[in-house]
Every structure is written in structure tokens, then in C-alpha cells.
């Protein structure tokens, strides 16, 4: 009857990897690629194509990689419990279909533009 | 039990999360993760947008620093920035830190994590951004 | 002496020989300084309205056994004092995530239910003989579980809880703290048998750590967190049983 559901425990231990991630890498990532060049605060040079590529060395690939899949991760995994919050827990199958889908075709984006990218 | 013994049920709230002030902050607390997926769904079109060449690029980078993306950024970080802390503490909370058997000062702790969360932040500006 | 000075206590009834919905009564009831809301409604039910129900037992913040809802909150009536109420009525509901039975008693099967299956008993590999003595614990052991083990079964956590009003198969607050102080206690062996419990489909996975009912619990147990620690160490002890073992 007591049988540990191992998929569950498997996407709660992402969830929490991937709320690390986010929480130690976004705030700055907005900051730096968002913010400061967008208030002036840093030349716009910083985030200009050239400048990108420039930096997408392989490491740097895999650390985007991991920061946008981590964060999207995160977030719909919280999201799904939003919905069901308001009310809709009796959609929980689609809606446990539709979140897992969307972060695996993301990270498929992700994996496909990073490959994609032509080197510096 | 009887089975057949009468008894009245009341119908689970869809606005409980409205009902106070808490509840109300733990809402604020979910979107906030939320607002880090949306985050990274932008990253992720700077991504893709940089596979297809400058022009697209551009484009977007257009979009994201005009006034209204700057808006829209603004509140992300707000968001994110509240994500980390919630996150931060709630680990330190779960797995409190100790040291030769005794548990850390909670004041050490936070003071430590946030020491080290700006240090990494500073690695990443200067080692993958390359700012300065 | 001067006219005694009274309380309004309004109190929704239900009573299913007589009516479908549940209804309010309202009572007017002497006030004094030390009442608590149980001595109101004991203070009806032998004054005013024979036919009121409600539970209690302890008058003492014990048993666990008066819980409802005081002004929209989850309390104790036994620990409610009259003069906490601001305003000049105080509003007496039964708790609204279990089924009422009649007036302020709920049906609470569901959760006896829970607290069966999490085994809230020592469980021992081998039972010492009983001429050797009580299984000893040092301060630090007990400190261990000391909070999670002043729970008084109260339920007030459930009703605070809208994981368990959505889902009544969610183990809930209580149970799984309880279940924590077995995990944690240095006389018990069950702890991977507890962790299957907690870590199954209905178990600890569904909590988004809202947080409300270690707020509103009269003991100060905190179910929330240690709803955390349990989802950690199951969901470590899963992922090691996945890996392959190493000799
Ligand atoms: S954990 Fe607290 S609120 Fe919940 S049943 Fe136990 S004593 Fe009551
Ligand atoms: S009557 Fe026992 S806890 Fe209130």
C-alpha cells in the first residue's frame, strides 16, 4: 500500500536543485543582462551580439543551459501548484502534462540554439 | 460508523488564498517562483534569437531594453530577489548548518549566505559576463 | 451589585432531523473576564439550550478535543478567552474542512484514519524484555523530538491547512509531524518503513508549505517545517535506493 513515489521524489529533488540555481544566479543575470544596460547603468555594449557570442565559450554554454532549464524548472513546478490553489485540481492530470511538457521542450530550445550558436 | 448517519460538508474554498494576510503572502511567495520561469523563458529567447543570427537578435534586444522591458525586468528582479531570500531561508531552515556538532547562529547563517550569494553573483559579472 | 454585564455568542447549528443547511443561533451569555468560549457554551447548554453539541473534555488545553472556529479562526474553545474578542458578539463555528456531524462536532474518521497509518507507537526491531527497564533517552535524543511530541491531536491544524480541503487523502500536517517525531526518536527502528509511508503518493509531496498550520497549532508544534525535513529525507533515501549499490 505504502509504496514511496519515486517520480514525485524525483521532481521535487529537481524543483529544489533548480530553486538553488535560480536563486543564486538570476537576480544578477537580470541585472547585468537586463537592468543595468537598460537604465544606463552599463554600456549597451555589454549584451550587444558580438559581445554574447564572445562569451558563449563551451563552459559558458553549459552554465546557461543549466540556469534557464533550472529556472524554468523551478517556476512551472510552482506554477502547477498555483492551479491547483484556485481551484483547479481537478484538471490535475492535463495540467501535470502541460508543465512537464513545457519545460522539456524549452530545455529542447535551449539545447538546440546553444548548439546552434556560431562560435566567437 | 453508520454509515447512513447524516452529516452536512462544506465545499473546499477556490479563494482561500484571499482569506488572509499570510495566505496572501505565500501567494506573492509562489508567483515569485513563477517569475523566475518567466525570467527564463526570456533568457531563453535571447538564446534562441542569438542561433538565428543578428538581425533577430536585435530585435528582441530592442524590445527587452525599452522602457517597458526595463519595467517588466524591474519587477522580475523584485520577484527574484524575494525568491532567493524565501529560498535561502527556508534551506538554512530545513538543513540548519552546524558546526563540530553545534548549530550555527541563525545571524551567521543569513549574514553568510548572502556574503556568499553576492560573492557568486561578482564571479559571475566578472567571469561569464566579462563586466569591467 | 450592579446588572450583570452579557455577550452575545452566535453559533452555527446544524441539525439534520430539522433542517438541510446549517443555521445560526444566538445566545446572550453573562460575561466575565475569565471565560474562555468552552465555559459560554457549557454556560448555554445547561441554561439556555439543552440541545446544543459540541465536544470537549479537558477544559485544559489537553485533550484536544474543542476545536472550532472562534471569529473565523481555528482555536481552542477551552483556551479562547471571552475578552480577546474585540466587538460585542463572538462568532462560534464547527471546523469546516471535516464533515459536521451535528453543531460544532465534526466527523474526524478521516483523520483517525491518518494517524493509524502513520503508526504512532514505537517500533522495535526486538522488544527488550520488560524486567530490563524503560528504553532510555539522553536530553540531546529527546530534545530531538520534543517539540513535534506535544501534538494534542486537535486537528486545528487540518483546518488551517487548504492542501487537506482540497484533497482529503493528503496526510496532512499532524499526522506527518507526528510521523517526524517517530522518524527522529533514538528508540525507534522504523524510520525507512515511516519514510515509504510519507513518501507515497498521498504522502508529504503535496505540501506547498503555505505555513498556516504551524501559526494557528495551540502547541507550537511546527508541522509546515518538519513536512519539509521529511520531503529532504525521503526524497534522499528514494534517490539512494535508485542508485546502484556499492559493496
Ligand atoms: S500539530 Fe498542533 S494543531 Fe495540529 S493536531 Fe497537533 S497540536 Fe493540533
Ligand atoms: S477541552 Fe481539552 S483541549 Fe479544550
Redesign the pocket.
Known sequence: MAEPDKLEAVLWLTFTLGGFIAALFIPVIIVINNLAPGIGALSQEIVSYDSMLARLGPLARIFFLIVVVASIYHGMHRFKFVLFDIGLLKFKTPIYVLTYAIIVISAMIAIYSLILIPNP | MDKEVRSYEYKPSKTWWLGNRRYALYMVRELSGFAVAVYGFIFLAQLFTLSQGPLAYDALLGVLLSPAGILLSTILLVFAIFHSLTWFDLTAKVQPPSMKGKPVPRKIVVTGTIIIWLFISYFVAVFIFRVG | MASQKTIKIRVKRYIPEKAEEPFYSEYDVPYSEDMVVLDALNYIKDNLDGSLSFRWSCRMGVC?SC?ANVDGK?K?TCSSFLKESKGDSILVEPLSHFRTIKDLVVEIDV?VKKLKSIKPWIIRNEEKPIADGEYLQTPEQRDLIKQ?S???????????CPVFDMDNDFIG??AA??SYRSVMDSRDDGAKERLDILTSKHGVWDCTYIGE??V????????ALAIQKLKAMGGISIIKSLLPKKK
Open positions: 484536544g476545536s481555528p481552542l483523520f513535534t506535544m501534538c494534542i491531536n486537535c486537528m486545528l491544524c487540518y483546518e488551517a500536517p499532524a509531524a507526528i498550520c504551524s494557528v497549532c495551540p502547541k507550537a508544534v511546527d508541522p
